[in-house]
């Protein structure tokens, strides 16, 4: 099988597995965009997550997770399920409500590299998703699978912002899909009037030390500390204001992975969605880690949600 066969054998695997979209780039230095992340850091953007300094050698040289890189393949995952938390609930940011993405996203790379190991025995590959120092925005955007907003969203012009992106590195060359996609932002700011605490800061920057989102997962703080003092507006983990706001956002058909539909536990017949502050506080740490153990809240944890509760008032 040559490689533009195997590249179409790759698209067709990607859709039986519920991507809906896949594109390459091919490796090399990212010299430019290492250049914005640093500027990034220089502004303090990244707030309280050091992660973020580290590796930067390997952002910049992503053959350092592969030796003999050729290939980057980037995939969608759809997350748009339409359903949002009941008027006046704590909010979870809608790609939290189901299962984390991390295995199940994971879980799918890893059929699609070995089906590419069945045809070629000696290809060699890894899969990301958000667990690796890369930036898989920038590499997202180079494989022609959206362009990147104000609201610093890749956005799909087929299916919109409610999507997670997914990587293989592989050591064999697959023809590049290159085919840039305009910006559609034109002179549209709404992300950055709506976001209620400024954290957007237009030519691409978050202020992570702002972001809802950064408040109610990463940081380590409590709210009462200088760092994590701002309104939050109702959310207890993540924020998608500034996703709501952008006129992508009902772009495409509804596509939403079973794995990422609200939690239906036996412990919580109603779906995550739909509880109230006062059923948040009154489950208890054992009953939180029964319902929440593989779903993204886990990371937070107990101690930091019910914090995120308190900020809320
Ligand atoms: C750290 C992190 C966060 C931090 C910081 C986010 C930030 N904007 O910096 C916090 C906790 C705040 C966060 C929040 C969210 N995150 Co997050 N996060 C990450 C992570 C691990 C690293 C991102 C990073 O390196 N940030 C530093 C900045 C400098 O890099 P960047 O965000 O990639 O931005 C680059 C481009 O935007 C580029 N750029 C800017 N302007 C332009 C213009 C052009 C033309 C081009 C080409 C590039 C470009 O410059 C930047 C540097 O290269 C990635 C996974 C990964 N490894 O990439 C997920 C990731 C970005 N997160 C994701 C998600 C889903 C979210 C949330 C929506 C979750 C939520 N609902 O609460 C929010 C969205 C907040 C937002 N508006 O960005 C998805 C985004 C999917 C998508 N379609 O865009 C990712 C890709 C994870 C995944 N595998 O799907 N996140």
Redesign the pocket.
Known sequence: MNSEELSENIRKWSEELGFVAFGVVPYRLMTR??D??EN?LSLG??AG?KY?EQNRNI?RDPSLLLPGLKSILCF??PYRHGISPAQGMPSV????LGLD?HPV?KGKLRKILSKIGEIYPDAKGRV???????????W???AGL???GR??????REHG?H????VILLDIPIPYTKMTVK?GCGSCHR?IDACPTG??KG????D?TR????QT??SKKDHLSEETRIDRKGWIF???I??QACPWTKTGERHCWDEFLPLKHPLLPEGVNSLSSVEWKSMGKDKFNEIFKESPLKRAGYEKIMDNLDANG
């Open positions: 965009e290492i914005r992340f990034y953007y990244q997550m973020l952002r969608l995952a940011a809608s790609y939290a993405y996203i990301f998703t958000d667990s690796a120092p890369v930036l898989e925005r920038e997202a955007a180079g959206g362009f990147i609201n610093n969203f890749l956005i799909s912002l999507t997670l992106i997914g910006s992300c954290a957007l030519k691409g920057l978050l992570s972001c809802i989102s950064y997962i990463e993540g924020c998608d500034c996703m």
